[in-house]
């Protein structure tokens, strides 16, 4: 079935509020509604971010300092007014990260009529995007979930890493708040207790609560993802599943490397899930196969599009962001065909995972034939962005190696004790040390 003809009279806007220049779902999204002839612009971290070089970019803006809701939503109306020809005309919104889903959904009241967003609130996606409440929600439903502990002091938190069993996984409740700098992450693998102290210790830093989670052990074909998109009706008009090939940081981080492959039990899963929630909009679910026990854990919910969902990009072009156009101004979405087998790699992060580990991590298997392989940053008819983000990694690259020098060299640099003169000249008995 062929894909209904967009009405390209609806422009959209890409919104993304992290300081991520190596975003590259936002390019994808940029690619796939652009090459379907609809007008896109863009509010990112610059004005010069690489995805602004994209051939299919009108216009990008940077996000507003301090990304606050009231502050965005002002700059999406003065978008809206300067992109369509009059007041009544309406723009598809396109969050790409978790605090713009958030901050959209708290203003939709003010946006209606003018901005176009799925039927959310701000305490409908907080009960999945907020890591915590996502293992209430699990417990709720009875869905497969890592093991996970909320502890209210750092001997608390140790004693709960005991018991859960080193290493564990430590996350922040709501990563969105992490302030740039700080060199905390999103979620990090915690192997003693003396580590588990020292983060906790960050908490009134980070900005929300730690939780630490059982580690379920990593290997070969355990990676899963669900990327789809519930439409206004309550249906999930599109949604496929996906598995990890190669990752960043090796065996544990992003998709690197993807590859379409069918997964019943992932697939009936998540739908089951968006159903019970009565979810509206695009997501992007990660499980992960407990050998122990058979099940499928779900690690996280995404109320966005997930940074590869270009890997599900069928035939006829119909990916998730496609879906989200075509329903919000009132077209039909045509069920997805599957091309399994479709592979999907971003070249920066595939490098990095290549390096720390060459060996292929998973091989084919039977379901997945032969299909041309959809990069993230470079293509033949855009290839801008890709040289803009090569230039911009490699400086990247560069800071951190230096930073690292620099740490090496510090920790090496030897301590002399120094005797301070005494008032008659001769040494006292005060010391210091030089660094």
């Known amino acids: 079935m062929p894909v209904p003809p967009f009405d ?58 301090p990304p606050v809701s009231t502050e965005l939503a002002a700059l999406l109306l003065r978008v809206a007014a300067e992109i369509t020809d009059t007041p009544s005309d309406p723009v598809l919104a396109v969050p790409l990260d978790d605090i713009s889903a958030l901050a959209l959904a708290r203003r939709r009241a003010d946006l209606a009529g003018r901005v176009l967003l799925p039927e959310q609130t701000e305490e409908q996606l907080l009960k999945v995007a907020d890591k915590a409440a996502l293992a209430a929600t699990c417990a709720e439903l009875g869905l497969p979930h890592p093991r996970t502990e909320l502890p209210a002091g750092a001997d608390e938190a140790a004693a709960m890493a005991w018991a859960l069993g080193l290493p564990v996984v430590a996350k922040w409740s709501r990563p969105w708040l992490l302030p740039t700098g700080s060199g905390l992450r999103s979620t990090t693998i915690l192997r003693s207790l003396a580590e588990v102290r020292e983060l906790y210790g960050r908490t009134p830093q980070a900005g929300s609560r730690l939780l630490l989670q059982e580690l379920l052990p990593p290997g070969r074909g355990l990676d899963w ?16 599943t996906g598995r990890k090939e190669r990752s960043w940081p090796d065996g ?34 990660d499980f992960r196969l407990d050998r122990a026990t058979g099940a499928y854990h779900l690690l996280d919910f995404n109320p966005r599009p ?23 101004t009132g077209r039909p979405v045509p069920p997805h ?25 998973y091989a084919p298997g039977p379901d997945t034939a032969r299909q041309p392989a959809e990069r993230a940053w470079f ?37 002399h004790p120094a005797t301070l003169p005494g008032p008659s000249g001769r040494g006292s008995s005060t010391q210091l040390t030089q660094r």
Request: aromatic share 6%; net charge positive; proline share 7%.
């Open 8 to 65: 390209t009279r609806v422009p959209a806007v890409l919104v993304r509020l992290d300081r991520n220049p190596f975003h590259h779902g936002t390019l994808g999204a940029a690619r796939s509604l652009g090459r379907a002839g609809i007008p896109v612009h863009a509010v990112v971290e610059a004005a010069d971010s690489p995805v602004a070089r994209s051939r299919y970019v009108r216009s990008a803006r940077p996000r507003p300092g």
């Open 225 to 240: 993802f669900f990327h789809g998109y519930a439409d206004s009706a309550g249906g999930c008009a599109a949604g496929a």
């Open 252 to 285: 544990a981080g992003l998709t690197a490397v993807g590859r379409w492959a069918p997964n019943p039990e992932v697939d009936r899963t998540a739908r089951a899930l968006l159903d019970a929630l009565g979810y509206r909009g695009v997501c992007d679910l």
């Open 306 to 328: 997930g940074a590869q969902f270009r890997l599900f990009a069928d035939h006829t072009g119909l990916d998730v962001v496609r879906a989200l156009h075509l329903d919000l």
């Open 337 to 361: 065909s599957p091309a399994y087998g479709r592979r999907f790699v971003v070249e920066n992060y595939a490098a990095l995972s290549l390096l720390a580990s060459p060996r292929r991590r």
């Open 379 to 415: 293509a033949a008819d855009d290839p801008a962005p890709a040289l803009a983000m090569g230039r911009a990694w490699a400086a990247h690259l560069l800071r951190r190696s230096l930073a690292a020098a620099r740490r090496r060299l510090a920790a090496r640099r030897p301590r």
